[in-house]
C-alpha cells in the first residue's frame, strides 16, 4: 500500500524542530582542489555510446557488466560491448533520477553466478529503490526476483541513492535518498528515507543491526539523517565503511559510516535550498551532536560515485578514495593516512570535461571511470608510458 501521502503531515514535526536551532558560522568553500597533471596517465576508451550508464561490475573471466539508467544492462566480453542488452533484468521507473542504476557481483560469484541489481519501481504516483538478484548464466539474467523494496513509497522522482556495498560478513549494504521532498523524514527511523541500510543475501534485515529490536522499518536502519547517498564502499585495508552524499546547494559530505549514528541532515548542513534559503542555521555537525563528515564540499561537486583504489598500478594511490563528480566534471582523489585520515585532495580531469558518474578500482589495477549523460562512456585509466 503507498504510504507516501502522509508522509507531508509528518514533516511537519522536522519543521518546528528546525525552527528551534540558532545561528551559527556560514560554510566555507572547499570545492577546488589541485589538477593532477595530465602528463601522469593515459585514457583508454573501451565502450561508448552508453545510454546515461550508471554502474560496472567486474566478473571472474574479465567480463564487466555495465547499467543504463534507462533500463538495459550491457556486456562487455574481450573489450567489446555486446551489441544486444542482457536479458531478464527488472522493469524500472525511468524517470527524472530514477530507473536501472546500480549492478554488483556477489563475493560468491565465481561459484553462484548471482549478481544484485538496484533499481527504481513503481511508477510517478508510487514508486521506490529495489533490489533485484539472479544468476548470470553468461548471456542472461535467470530467476530474477525482488528481495528488497524501500519503505514507504514515494510519488517524487528524484533522490534514490541506490548504491551497494558488500561487507566482510556477507550483509549488503544499501543507501537511500529522502526523495527530495520528504527530507525530514530522514531524521526518524521508522522509514527508510535518508537511511543506509543493511540487509542479509536474501533481504532479511541484519540481526545485529543497531535498531534490529525496534523492529518494523527500523530493523533495517544501519546509519540515517542522510539526504541523498550515492556512493559507499568497503575499505578492507581500514576496515571503514565510507559513503559520500549529495548536499542541496552546497554542503556536499564524505562520511565514515558507524553503525547507529546519525549523520544531521537535514538539522545541519552546509549547503542552502536551491532558491539560496537557509535550511538550518546550523553548519557544525559535532557541535549539535551530529556525526560529522570527514570532508565536505561547497559549493557542490554533486558527487555520484566512489571507489577504494586497491591497484598497484598507480602505487602512491593504494588504499586512496575516489569521488565521481557529476557537477564537479573530475574525478577527486582523496588522499588517505593509515588510519583513514584526510590529508589532502586533488582532481583529474578527463577529456572534454565530461560529468563523471562513477569510478571503480580494477582487477587489472587500473581506474575504470563512467561519463554520464546519453553517449557516455567506459574509460580505462593507466600511468603514462
Known amino acids: 500500500m503507498t504510504q ?3 508522509l507531508g503531515a509528518r514533516a511537519a514535526a522536522g519543521a518546528i524542530i528546525a525552527g528551534t536551532l540558532a545561528a551559527c558560522d556560514g560554510p566555507q568553500d572547499r570545492s577546488a582542489a589541485p589538477e593532477i597533471s595530465p602528463e601522469l596517465y593515459q585514457v583508454e576508451t ?34 567489446v560491448l555486446a551489441n544486444a542488452p542482457v536479458e531478464g533484468a527488472p522493469a524500472s521507473f525511468f524517470a527524472g533520477q530514477g530507473g536501472l542504476m546500480e549492478v554488483e557481483a556477489a563475493p560468491d560469484f565465481a561459484a553462484t553466478r548471482i549478481v544484485y541489481l538496484t533499481y527504481s519501481a513503481g511508477d510517478a504516483a508510487a514508486n521506490t529503490t529495489a533490489v533485484f538478484r539472479a544468476r548470470f548464466d553468461g548471456e542472461a539474467l ?10 514507504p513509497e514515494r510519488d517524487t522522482d528524484a533522490h534514490y541513492g541506490g548504491r551497494l556495498a558488500f561487507l566482510p560478513d556477507g550483509t549488503l549494504l544499501l543507501t537511500t535518498g529522502d ?3 520528504y527530507r525530514e523524514q530522514a531524521q526518524l527511523r521508522d522509514n527508510h528515507l535518508g537511511t543506509i541500510l543493511r540487509f ?11 535498531f534490529f529490536n525496534e523492529g518494523g522499518l527500523a530493523a533495517f536502519v544501519y546509519s540515517y539523517g542522510h539526504r541523498n547517498v550515492q556512493g559507499i564502499a568497503f575499505d578492507a585495508r581500514r576496515g571503514v565503511i565510507w559513503s ?49 563528515p570527514v570532508l565536505g564540499w561547497t559549493p557542490s561537486i554533486a558527487p555520484a560515485g566512489l571507489a577504494v583504489y586497491d591497484g598497484d598500478l598507480f602505487a602512491d594511490w593504494t588504499g586512496d578514495l575516489f569521488v565521481a563528480a557529476l557537477a564537479g566534471q573530475a574525478l577527486h582523489h582523496i588522499d ?13 580531469f578527463l577529456a572534454d570535461r565530461a560529468r563523471i558518474r562513477q569510478a571503480a578500482s580494477g582487477p587489472d589495477g ?20
Open 179 to 181: 526523495a527530495f521532498a
Open 336 to 348: 588517505l593516512d593509515a588510519d583513514g585520515a584526510v590529508i589532502g585532495e586533488n582532481r583529474l
Open 46 to 79: 573501451v565502450a561508448e555510446g552508453l545510454s546515461f550508464p550508471w554502474d560496472l561490475t567486474f566478473l571472474p573471466g574479465g567480463d564487466i557488466l555495465v547499467t543504463e539508467r534507462d533500463g538495459a544492462l550491457r556486456l562487455i566480453r574481450d573489450g
Open 142 to 151: 535467470v530467476d530474477g526476483e525482488t528481495i528488497f523494496a524501500a519503505s
Open 4 to 6: 507516501h501521502a502522509s
Open 244 to 292: 559520500h552524499e549529495h548536499g542541496p546547494a552546497g554542503g556536499d559530505e564524505l562520511n565514515r559510516i558507524e553503525a547507529g549514528a546519525n549523520y544531521g541532515w537535514p538539522i545541519v548542513t552546509e549547503g542552502r535550498d536551491y532558491n539560496g534559503a537557509r535550511i538550518s542555521p546550523f553548519t557544525d555537525h559535532a557541535e549539535q551532536g551530529f556525526a560529522a
Open 200 to 210: 542479509t543475501p536474501d533481504g532479511a534485515p541484519a540481526p545485529d543491526n543497531p
Open 366 to 385: 587500473a581506474l575504470w571511470v563512467l561519463t554520464d549523460g546519453d553517449g557516455g562512456t567506459l574509460l580505462r585509466i593507466t600511468p603514462a608510458q
